[in-house]
């Protein structure tokens, strides 16, 4: 990647991602957040695919793009919280080179020190080997509230893995066997908050879905009545309810 320009880096994204679709994991992700036992992810993934499932699921949290902005002030990050470390796929900047993650690295202490904050690690579907957020783990004493390190299937742990973070006294922990979807799937069953509604009763969470839009305005109302009693109906192009209709 790094001998691509900016643009041809950014284009190169864009394609991958522009096909990219929810998976399982994404669903489980956004059910654990729904019902409280999630609140903040961290990714140095470039996709939405993350906050797509939880707008289907009606969550909405803050988004937090770091690769253009790294002023963090803890006090105002709300409930729930999704950071990009890396950017975000339809962002400024999208930090993908050795040397361009390298000297981001040292912005994000404050982003991991929040989120370690009373909280456990799941780490699931990074290696650890390709950028230098690993450093931000591996500097971590003790996790007060455990780190599990989720394998890929039946890959063992990496060295640096073994040697950095799965070290007597500083509970973390590895868990092999499981690709993320078979991971976090079974994870939100086991909170009894999987499946999904819309998985569930389709049908019931489309008409939640639809319920906070408003109602259709009285303008239009009474422009549809006289119509459905054969009446005739002046022009009412100038109406502001109408007019912003046809917009």
């Known amino acids: 990647m790094g001998l691509l320009s900016p643009g041809q880096r950014?284009?190169?994204?864009?394609?991958?991602i522009a096909g990219a679709r929810i998976n399982w994991a994404h669903a489980a992700i956004a059910q654990l957040m729904a019902n409280g036992y999630v609140d903040r992810v961290l990714t140095t993934n470039f996709d939405p695919l993350?906050?797509?499932?939880?707008?289907?699921?009606?969550?909405?949290?803050?988004?937090?793009?770091?690769?253009?902005?790294?002023y963090f002030k803890r006090a105002f990050v709300p409930d729930r919280a999704v950071f990009h470390l890396h950017g975000q796929s339809t962002g400024f900047v999208l930090m993908n080179t050795e040397a361009e993650c390298a000297d981001h690295s040292k912005r994000l202490g404050s982003v991991f020190e929040d989120a370690g904050a009373g909280r456990t690690w799941i780490v699931v579907g990074y290696s650890g080997e390709s950028d230098p957020v690993f450093d931000h783990l591996a500097a971590v004493a003790c996790f007060d509230y455990c780190l599990f390190w989720v394998g890929y299937n039946d890959q063992a742990a990496g060295q640096h893995v073994r040697e950095k973070l799965l070290q007597p006294g500083r509970e973390a922990y590895f868990i092999g066997g499981h690709d993320a979807d078979g991971f976090f799937v079974e994870?939100?069953?086991g909170l009894d908050c999987f499946p999904p509604e819309f998985v569930r009763r389709p049908f019931s969470h489309l008409k939640g879905r639809a319920g906070p839009l408003h109602r259709v305005p009285?303008?239009?109302?009474?422009?549809?009545?006289?119509?459905?009693?054969?009446?005739?109906?002046p022009d009412r192009s100038g109406d502001p309810a109408i007019r912003d209709l046809r917009l």
């Open 10 to 16: 950014r284009d190169l994204i864009a394609e991958k």
């Open 50 to 70: 993350v906050l797509r499932a939880c707008a289907s699921v009606g969550v909405f949290p803050a988004v937090y793009d770091f690769a253009a902005s790294t």
């Open 187 to 189: 994870l939100a069953k």
């Open 218 to 233: 009285s303008a239009l109302r009474r422009l549809r009545d006289r119509r459905a009693g054969g009446a005739s109906t």
